[in-house]
């Protein structure tokens, strides 16, 4: 596993323009040279970027985003229900290393950025909210809570999400980092989802991340704090030396540790990606291949989760 930990960035890149706003993350970072841009895409945006390898050292970039911060949940993304969906991008990309991660596709760069204008995300929010009840995936091209020990992004949004009631929020992780977030009050309108899959799907597909187990006591200290707490099903992911019958094993195991009725709801989807994405990924990461594209078998999942959750809002999208 690898969390975040002080020594993680050899490199920081500084917009000036938001040089105070980034103090207290520089001084949580030890042994980074410290470089000074004007605008963080003369390092994001560079031509001729390797993803894979950048991804082996990742500098972090400190900027203000000028453009919005909201955009419509796409199509091959759930909307639990909701007319109006969106997507935030308060950080691009991830520490975790997942090998279907759609990132690879969108990003030339695997390099961090944190964009530190959080007043102007809160003020897109407000202005959207003039239109009705929305939901919110607040953490969509990152992982915030692995990132919350040096950004405490998740607090600040806690603070105006507590007084901004028909905003709803999903905050979506693989991360066992709820320790950082242990302090805070948990707000009804947002909502801890957990993103788990089998320990053996988890050691090929997803490196650096936390353990099942890790996980596990994650959504049991959250459930104990009070929060929402959704389980993500996401991609279900079947080999073929992984059948169906061990995805069976695997949610009866998470049905007796985690107690049923605490949880708020769950989500479940199949593999799938945007295609020219996926063409982009697959060669540096051919195990994509082994993934059966399997109806019957999700379909036979999707009914053992309805059965086992059997009080819970299931929602399924392939
Ligand atoms: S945790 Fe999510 S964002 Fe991070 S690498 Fe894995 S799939 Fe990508």
């Known amino acids: 596993m690898k969390e975040l930990n002080k020594n993680l960035f050899n490199h920081i890149y ?3 323009s938001v040089k105070k706003e980034a103090e207290k993350i520089i001084s949580k970072i030890k042994n980074a040279y410290i470089i000074e841009i004007d605008n963080y895409l003369e390092i994001f945006g560079r031509k001729k970027q390797n993803f894979n390898l950048q991804k082996g050292r990742q500098s972090l970039i400190l900027a203000k985003k000028h453009t919005k911060f909201l955009y419509p949940n796409p199509p ?11 997507y935030s991008s308060l950080i691009l990309n991830c520490i975790f290393d997942c090998k279907y991660c759609f990132l690879q596709g969108m990003f030339s760069s695997a390099h961090i950025v944190f964009f530190l204008n959080i007043k102007d995300f809160f003020s897109e929010l407000l202005k959207e909210a003039e239109n009705g009840e929305f939901l919110l995936f607040l953490s969509y091209d990152t992982d ?40 805070l009050t948990p707000i009804n309108n947002i909502t801890l989802a957990w993103s788990i899959l089998p320990e053996k799907i988890i050691k090929k597909f997803e490196n650096k991340t936390p353990s099942l187990k890790q996980r596990i006591t994650a959504i049991q200290n959250a459930i104990e704090k009070g929060w929402n707490v959704r389980l993500i099903f996401d991609p279900i992911i079947i080999t073929k030396d992984y059948e169906i019958e061990e995805y069976i094993s695997f949610i009866k195991e998470i049905s007796s540790k985690i107690d049923k009725n605490a949880i708020t709801d769950i989500g479940i989807g199949n593999f799938r990606m945007n295609p020219s994405y996926l063409k982009k990924i697959i060669i540096n990461n051919p195990e994509l291949n082994t993934i059966k594209q399997d109806k019957d078998n999700y379909e036979k999942i999707l009914n053992y989760i309805k059965l086992t959750f059997s009080t819970k809002n299931v929602y399924s999208i392939i």
Do not use: M, P, W
Not at 76 to 86: A, D, V
Not at 164 to 179: G, L, M, P
């Open 76 to 86: 091959y993304c759930q909307n639990f229900g909701f007319e109006r969906s969106f």
């Open 14 to 16: 500084i917009e000036k």
């Open 144 to 183: 915030l809570l692995a990132f919350e020990n040096i950004t405490d992004f998740i607090k600040d949004c806690c603070d105006f999400f507590a007084s901004h009631k028909n905003i709803k929020v999903e905050i979506r992780t693989k991360s066992a980092n709820f320790q950082a977030i242990a302090n």
